[in-house]
C-alpha cells in the first residue's frame, strides 16, 4: 500500500534573510533556506527584469554541502525588519498577517526573490493558489530556474492536478540544479503516485536517497516500488 505522507511533502522551513550580503540556497540538512540578497550600490531592480545569477556547488563554510545563488539587489532596513517579521508569521501559523507585511517588502524592493517564494507559500497556505502561482512566476521570471521557487510551483501545480506542469518544471530546475534535492524526492513522489512512471520514481528517490541514507523512508518507496515491479 502506497504512503500518503508522500503527497504533500516539503523541504522544511521558508526562505530567510541572514545578515551578511552573500546567497546561501538549497542546503541539503533540511533545516531551510537561507538567502542574504548582495547589495547594489544603490541601485533597485524591477520585479519584471531577469536578476543575473551565480550559482554554484560546494562544501559550505560549515560542511553541508549545498549550492549558492548570488543575487544583485538591494533590500532597505525597513523591508528587511517586515521580511523577517514575516518569516516569523509564517512560522507561527499567521499566514495572512504575513502576506500583508510581504506586500510592502516587495513594493520596496522588487528585485529580491525571497519575498515572493514567501509571499506564495503564504498564500497557497490561505488557499489563495492564484496568487500564489502569480508570486512563483515573477520569482521564476527574475531567476528562471530557481530551485525554490521551481519546487514549490511543481507542488502547487500538483495538488492543481496539473501533473505534467508539475513534471516539466521539476525537470526544468534539475537541469540547472541537480543537487537540489528536494525537486529529486518530489519529482519521484509526482511520477510515483500520479503519473504511473514508476521508472522514474525510482530514479528520482535513488538520487535523493544516495545523497540523504538517514531518510530511511524513501529507501522503503524504492524497495515497495520494485516489489510492485517483480523486480
Not at 40 to 50: P, Q
Not at 120 to 126: D, F, G, K, L, V
Not at 154 to 172: D, N, P, Q, S, V
Not at 194 to 219: K, R
Request: aromatic share 8%.
Amino acid at each position: 500500500m502506497r504512503d500518503m505522507n508522500r503527497q504533500l511533502w516539503r523541504w522544511p522551513g521558508f526562505v530567510v534573510l541572514a545578515a551578511a550580503l552573500t546567497v546561501l540556497s538549497g542546503c541539503m540538512s533540511g533545516t531551510g533556506v537561507k538567502i542574504r540578497p548582495e547589495a547594489d550600490g544603490g541601485k533597485s531592480s524591477s520585479s519584471e527584469a531577469a536578476v543575473a545569477i551565480d550559482a554554484s556547488v560546494r562544501r559550505l563554510d560549515d560542511g553541508r554541502e549545498g549550492f549558492s545563488i548570488m543575487e544583485t539587489s538591494r533590500m532597505d532596513g525597513a523591508s528587511r525588519s517586515n521580511f523577517e517579521r514575516a518569516v516569523a508569521m509564517m512560522n507561527e501559523g499567521d499566514f495572512a498577517k504575513a502576506v500583508e507585511l510581504l506586500e510592502k517588502v516587495i513594493e520596496r524592493s522588487p528585485g529580491v526573490t525571497a519575498p515572493y517564494i514567501n509571499i506564495a507559500i503564504a498564500y497557497e497556505r490561505i488557499d489563495k493558489p492564484e496568487q500564489a502561482e502569480q508570486h512563483l512566476k515573477t520569482a521564476l521570471t527574475m531567476v528562471p530556474g530557481h530551485p525554490v521557487a521551481s519546487n514549490e510551483y511543481g507542488l502547487l501545480l500538483r495538488k492543481a492536478g496539473r501533473f505534467a506542469e508539475a513534471r516539466t518544471i521539476y525537470e526544468k530546475t534539475l537541469g540547472t540544479f541537480p543537487e537540489y534535492l528536494p525537486a529529486h524526492k518530489n519529482l519521484g513522489i509526482l511520477c510515483d503516485l500520479y503519473l504511473n512512471d514508476p521508472a522514474c520514481a525510482i530514479e528520482q528517490y535513488q538520487i535523493y536517497s544516495e545523497a540523504m541514507p538517514e531518510d530511511a523512508q524513501v529507501g522503503i518507496w524504492i524497495a515497495d516500488l520494485r516489489m510492485r515491479l517483480g523486480n
